[in-house]
């Protein structure tokens, strides 16, 4: 029979292999209770690869997700390199969430393997704050070439996987990202007059290394890269919170 005391620093040092350390990782939180409470290290881990995909291959939802990249990108420190396939980033929509067109670098690839590969080398700078690409295919080699490459730094690695086509699921494919964001668009903040709200997405995270997914309806990023609880959403979680509290 073994002996209790080598068994149990035994699991220890296994759990510290497992975890690897990841709730002492620098992460970027969403500054959103609700959101920051339910990810494993509080935040995006800012050494790590994060997926993110539309909710459908609809343009406004390719649209929500590229602007939630861009929200996060926004809110990390120093330059930003995004590497693109097609010249269809705006600039003014980027800089409405944040995002200045003075701290972004531009590189434009031939097809994915070159984009991937310019990402990597981008990561493995270390002088940059975020690195996003985006994809129609990223086997799950590529994605762990690209969680490698910016493990150790502080770079957090964003990739937009697009639809390959309609009915697609770009994040049905193995991915070693710690993190699976599906977003997709949502009726806009009603207003008491006529007129368009702030807009609203329906952010789900699919996936996520040492924690469980879950999904809710937040308020786009706004001129600072922040998404926020919708009013009636935040109203309903307080009024729950104040109930379970007079029940205990």
Avoid: N
């Avoid at 980027?94 to 990561?123: P, S, T, W």
């Avoid at 700078?125 to 295919?137: K, M, N, Q, S, T």
């Amino acid at each position: 029979m073994a002996d209790p005391a080598v068994l149990a620093q035994l699991r220890e040092q296994l759990r510290a292999v497992e975890t690897k350390g990841f709730r002492r990782r620098p992460a970027l939180p969403f500054g959103i209770g609700a959101i920051d409470s339910r990810l494993a290290d509080g935040g995006l881990r800012l050494d790590a690869l994060h997926e993110v995909a539309g909710g459908t291959s609809d343009m406004a939802d390719d649209c929500a997700a590229t602007l939630f990249l861009a929200g996060l990108a926004a809110r990390a420190w120093g330059p930003v390199l995004w590497v693109v396939r097609r010249r269809d980033l705006f600039a003014p929509g980027l800089a409405q969430v944040g995002l200045d067109h003075k701290r972004l670098i531009y590189a434009e690839a031939r097809d994915d393997a070159e984009l991937l590969a310019v990402m990597e080398e981008g990561l493995r700078h270390r002088g940059l704050g975020a690195v996003i690409g985006e994809v129609r295919r990223a086997d799950m080699t590529a994605s762990r070439r690209l969680q490698l490459a910016a493990e150790g730094g502080r770079t957090i690695a964003l990739l937009l996987r697009r639809h390959a086509r309609e009915g697609s699921d770009p994040l049905a494919a193995p991915s070693a990202a710690v993190t699976r964001w599906r977003v997709g668009c949502a009726p806009s903040t009603p207003l008491p007059v006529a007129g368009v709200g702030r807009a609203r997405w329906q952010l789900a995270l699919v996936r996520q290394k040492g924690g469980e997914p879950f999904q809710m309806q937040v308020e786009a990023c706004d001129a600072t890269g922040r998404c926020a609880l919708p009013a009636d959403v935040a109203d309903r979680k307080a009024a729950a919170g104040g109930a379970a509290r007079r029940a205990a």
